[in-house]
């Protein structure tokens, strides 16, 4: 049984992708971009671009589980042509602000929303991973720490429980390789709340330095944020921390709770990758 990875040059599949390798199982990795991927000996990369229907079939031929993106663009065709090729099971990295009332028109929630209402409609057996906020996220952070300059923050003290990229993907193979996890719609976080200060100051610890934290306008955040990403998605990030500061964030499942095996500590996140934050 072979499983198809789309998105392969990300994180989470690429995690996924080495352990379904490793472990002896047929996977071929798919993106628009081939070319740029990087992939063990053995693993066919393959072309599969979502505006371009006449890729879908090559990359679907003998597949019968999926590791897929939530990309809505061109969705409902793919999820045709993968019922077509005898796909029989779906991963989706999908996101728990999918759970969020106005998840249909938040701009961090329709698109993997979507995805899911596609793949629902479907005769295809589903399981959606909805994680929290990623440890990973941080990395935004790294551009001001690498040059000892403060994070500025409008909400420095918002919570959330951040999961560690490397968790999904021990999720997500166990969801591709066994039963139990199957067809499940599972929220995901890590193992504890902690607002952005303590975020940063589990980053000071790693790299053996402090890292100042300024509080600043939600105004001047928006502007800022908005260089980056659409304003739309810079309001309702903005939102989602403001509402945050009122406690500590939910802790869901986590790899404890379904695999036993304890979760990885955002300070585990921050020590693994100590270096992207020094400034070399």
Known sequence: ?????????????????????????RVRAASARPAELTVPAGVAAVELALDR??????????????????EPSGIRALIRAAEAAGVEHVVLLSSSSVLGPDAATDPLARHSL??????AASSLTCTFLRPD????????WAHPIGRAMPVQLA?????TAPIHPEDIADIAFEALTGDFLKGRSL??????????????????????????????????AEQQMSAFMPAPMAGSLLDLWAAASHGPAA??????????????????????????FTGH
């Open 1 to 25: 049984m072979t499983t198809l990875i789309t998105g392969a040059r990300g994180k989470v599949a690429q995690g996924v992708l080495a352990r379904l390798h490793s472990a002896g199982h």
């Open 53 to 70: 229907p006449e890729t879908f079939a090559a990359a679907l031929d003998g597949v019968r589980q999926v590791f897929l993106y939530p």
């Open 114 to 119: 979507q995805v899911e209402h596609a793949l």
């Open 133 to 140: 906020a990623f440890a990973s996220n941080s990395f935004g």
């Open 155 to 159: 909400y420095p003290d918002a919570h």
């Open 187 to 220: 929220t995901l976080s890590g193992p504890e709340s902690l607002t952005f200060r303590a975020q940063l100051a589990a980053l000071s610890a790693a790299i053996g330095r402090e890292v100042p934290v300024e509080r600043i306008s939600r105004e001047a």
């Open 251 to 276: 802790v869901a499942d986590t790899t404890e709770t379904l695999l036993g095996r304890p979760a990885r500590t955002y300070a585990q996140w921050a020590a693994e990758n100590a270096p992207a």
